[in-house]
């Protein structure tokens, strides 16, 4: 079988689409027949190499995808050949304190699947059965494929560590991006009042259709002074930011007094600048998330599958074109997901 596949780390020309093992499944896993995935912003950290992170190469990426089951292992009680699944990347060990209490992306030992294990953009894989969640047959792949990582992310982010309340005021940073667009749908889900930049206003107009309601282009004025500005002085209650080193400091300048931050990322660098004098004379709190628990997973991607939520689909590429799909990420080319799937799908 082919997968996308790089032996080292380095630029877009390390990544091949070529033959690799067919995989064989363990007691605890199903081989899947993909047939699409979406690339996230890690693929692009993963490819780059992360420090402390140590591949076994060469290294199979890709973190979201959907397929249908071809066979289980024998331990495997959820799934059967046939059925349509989508994959959550998160694999947590079970047995530390955090995971017994039902913590699973608080994990001692917690890895991703394409990030800290051989990932999915393949024509098969062979996956954990935790790590799989069913999908009805209606829904098309490439949603099926690309809504996992970026909606249980916001989800967890915004309800569980932010604890998002119908009228607050939220600022989504990026809202066209993957975890941006799908923040501002579950925020205008929740009630809230949805604050948005992006930096075209063609961008701006899908945040809107997405329930964003107030604009700011970032690349034609000062987002903290915007804010300032809609809210009479006040600021937000919340400003999701998975942006990093280049929004923190404005980040914090929009919020209320009490207000928090979340985070999820930090694609412009992961050591802002910051002012604590802030932090503490306006009583802000800074609240990380990663991933999410199988419990929360479940529950957005019931609403991707009912069509509450979709993923917006920028491209899709055939696998053997996934250092294009790098590149688009890496550029900020269009706005949404950019999904591969296998040359033999198309
Ligand atoms: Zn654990």
Redesign the pocket.
């Known amino acids: 079988m082919k997968a996308v596949q790089f032996t080292d780390h380095g630029d877009r020309d390390v990544i091949t689409y070529d033959e690799f093992p067919d995989p064989e499944p363990g007691r605890d896993e199903v081989l899947v027949d993909v047939k699409a995935g979406a690339l996230n912003h890690l693929d692009i950290w993963t490819r780059k190499g992360l420090p402390g992170v140590t591949l076994e190469m060469p290294h199979v990426p890709g973190s979201d995808g959907a397929g249908i089951v071809e066979a289980v292992g024998e331990d495997v009680s959820r799934f059967e050949p046939g059925d349509h699944v989508a994959v959550t990347a998160g694999v947590?060990?079970?047995?530390?304190?955090?995971?017994?209490h039902g913590e699973?992306s608080?994990?001692?030992?917690?890895r991703i699947l394409g990030e800290h294990l051989p990932g999915v953009h393949a024509e098969v894989a062979a996956v954990p059965e935790d790590n799989l969640v069913a999908v009805p047959k209606d829904v098309d792949w490439e949603i099926a494929g690309s809504a996992s990582l970026v909606f249980q992310t916001a989800w967890r982010m915004l309800l569980t560590r932010g604890e998002l309340a119908p009228g607050e005021k939220v600022l989504v940073l990026g809202a066209s991006g993957g975890v941006g667009h799908a923040a501002v749908q579950i925020a205008d889900y929740v009630g809230a009042e949805v604050y948005a930049t992006a930096s075209s206003d063609e961008k701006l107009e899908y945040a809107e259709a997405c329930g964003a309601d107030h604009l700011i282009n970032y690349e034609a004025e000062d987002f903290a002074g915007a804010i300032r500005e809609l809210t009479g002085k006040r600021g937000v209650d919340m400003v999701v930011d998975h942006v990093g080193a280049a929004t923190w400091r404005d980040s914090l300048k929009s919020l209320a007094k009490g207000g928090r931050i979340v985070t999820c990322g930090a694609t412009t660098g992961g050591r802002p600048e910051t002012d604590l004098n802030r932090i503490f004379w306006n009583q802000l709190s800074v609240v990380g998330s990663t991933m999410a628990t199988p419990g929360e997973v479940d529950d957005v991607l019931e609403l991707v599958w009912d069509g509450t939520f979709e993923p917006r689909i920028r491209e899709v590429l055939p696998m053997s074109e996934t250092a294009r799909a790098h590149e688009m990420i890496e550029n900020r080319e269009g706005f949404g997901k950019v999904v591969v799937r296998p040359d033999s799908e198309l």
Do not use: K
């Open positions: 947590a060990c079970g047995e530390c304190e955090f995971c017994r699973e608080m994990c001692v030992r917690f």
